[in-house]
């Protein structure tokens, strides 16, 4: 006889562990099923925390080098990758274990194998062993998360030509490195390798880096990487990947046609983005539609066109961020269960984690003029900022918009050293509402990076103190 539960989970990355905690703590009979021996999806496996450990250890080496002398610290650091690999390995234990710790605690079943939607209510799931059970469900959500985008005519090993998951396990530091896209992924792996030594090139299709990124805080960030040793190649493509016995021979041509270029590297990191991963669920036998991009279509309230199944995260539409997923994941467990979840999709902060940090949340500027709506800009330098000076950590700004005839904050976007964590600021003020004037009335204490936050809303009414 098949097991019955109220929800059947499938995947356990942040949306997939969240919904199916959340469930539980409402009461529901929860089972998950992951593909992987491991939980947490590829956020914690093979992208957001092994990632995160990587750029801290090499910031941390790449500051030793170069920053400490000057504030009086003696030391001349040298490179143990292995061990920084171990560090590494050992940040994804401790995250994989502490979901592993949530799901045992909230007394939720797991199920390792790869689960296939037979129908409404019913998820076959084989083992890695080649056996078949079924599981019974009331609701079942899809939460499988994304897999790396592929260019035609290069093939990854994950050796010399990798993706984003081949360039986290690098075993010696590539000479030269070649960065296919500028995008989120692209930059923040590039930074872990040129500051542990290597030459990085990165070819970007479009005339810019981080698309969809407001174009003034692209432009200083890409000066900012530039100063530190990273080159680009703009309104490039990479035509092709060929592999030989000193590394690869790339062939670069403009994006709008031209003669090709061949460029010589170590290694390859194709980083062009991610599609949703959809791969042996059955979707098509059950009659589970999806869009022109291979995403699950939901209405609403994250249901598919078949009754009883939902869809979150990285296959649904929206921005394949882990904090997206796991908002969702909430909101459909409380929606199952009779409640009122919801996701407010204009405050989703989005994070760079290089040095300096990129953060933003709400709109752009290019966003705001094309709807035609009217704001008003405020912005802040952290040269002006006491803690930051006092650090010399000075790179970047803050920048705020603000509706010109309610004052309230539509987009904040900063660069600096702590941006990731400012973000939560704005994004707060956003949930509820706040105006720049509300943002610029709020004590904050001093020395802080936060002051900058303070200095550029009070800069929307043209009345910073500090600049």
């Not at 669920?281 to 869009?291: K, R, V, W």
């Not at 930051?388 to 309230?408: E, M, S, Y």
């Not at 987009?411 to 003020?429: K, Q, R």
Request: glycine share 10%; proline share 3%.
């Amino acid at each position: 006889m098949a097991v019955q539960y109220d929800l059947i989970v499938i995947g356990t990355g942040p949306g997939g562990y969240v919904c199916a905690i959340r469930a539980a703590q409402l009461g529901m009979k929860v089972a998950v099923v992951e593909k992987r021996q491991t939980f947490g999806g590829t956020c914690l496996n093979i992208g957001c925390i092994p990632s995160k450990s990587l750029l801290h250890a090499s910031h941390c080496y790449d500051e030793a080098k170069h920053e400490f002398a000057s504030m009086g610290i003696g030391t001349d650091p040298t490179l143990d990758l292995a061990k920084m690999q171990a560090f590494k390995r050992e940040g994804v234990k401790g995250n994989t274990d502490g979901v592993a710790y949530l799901l045992k605690k909230n007394k939720i079943d797991h199920h390792f194998g790869t689960g296939r939607i037979v129908k409404s209510g019913q998820v076959a799931v084989t083992s890695p062993s080649g056996e078949t059970q079924t599981l019974e469900a009331k609701s079942i959500v899809i939460a499988t998360g994304s897999d790396v985008t592929r260019l035609p005519g290069i093939e990854i090993d994950e050796k010399r030509v990798v993706s984003s998951t081949g360039a986290l396990e690098f075993q010696t530091v590539p000479k030269k490195l070649l960065v296919v896209g500028a995008g989120v992924i692209g930059l923040e792996l590039g930074s872990v390798w040129r500051r542990l030594g290597s030459e990085v090139l990165v070819i970007e299709f479009l005339p810019r880096i981080l698309p969809g990124m407001d174009g003034e805080v692209a432009k200083s960030f890409q000066r900012i990487l530039e100063k530190q040793g990273i080159a680009f190649r703009l309104s490039s493509k990479v035509a092709s990947v060929e592999t030989a016995d000193a590394g690869v021979v790339a062939k670069v041509e403009p994006a709008a046609g031209g003669v090709a270029e061949t460029i010589e590297a170590e290694a390859v990191l194709v980083a062009v983005g991610r599609v949703p991963y959809t791969e042996g669920l059955g979707l098509a036998e059950a009659g589970i539609a999806l869009d022109a991009k291979k995403r699950v279509l939901v209405d609403g309230h994250y249901q598919t066109n078949v009754t009883g199944v939902f869809a979150i995260g990285d296959v649904i539409a929206g921005p394949m961020l882990a904090h997206k997923a796991e908002d969702e994941g909430v909101a459909v467990a409380e929606i199952i269960a009779g409640q009122a979840g919801h996701v407010n999709y204009d405050v989703i902060p989005s994070v760079i984690y290089t040095s300096p940090e990129v953060a933003s949340v709400g709109k752009t500027e290019e966003e705001l003029q094309a709807a035609g709506i009217a704001y008003n800009v405020g912005k802040f330098p952290f040269t002006a900022n006491g803690r930051a000076k006092a650090i010399n950590q000075t790179a970047g700004f803050v920048k705020i918009l603000a509706d010109a005839t309610t004052d309230r904050v539509l987009g904040v976007h900063i660069i600096g050293a702590v941006a990731g964590e400012l973000i939560a600021e704005a994004a707060v003020l956003m949930e509820f509402s706040g105006s720049a004037e509300d943002l610029a009335r709020t004590c904050h204490a001093h020395p802080t990076f936060s002051e900058a936050i303070k200095e550029a809303a009070l800069a929307v009414a043209k009345r910073a103190i500090h600049f």
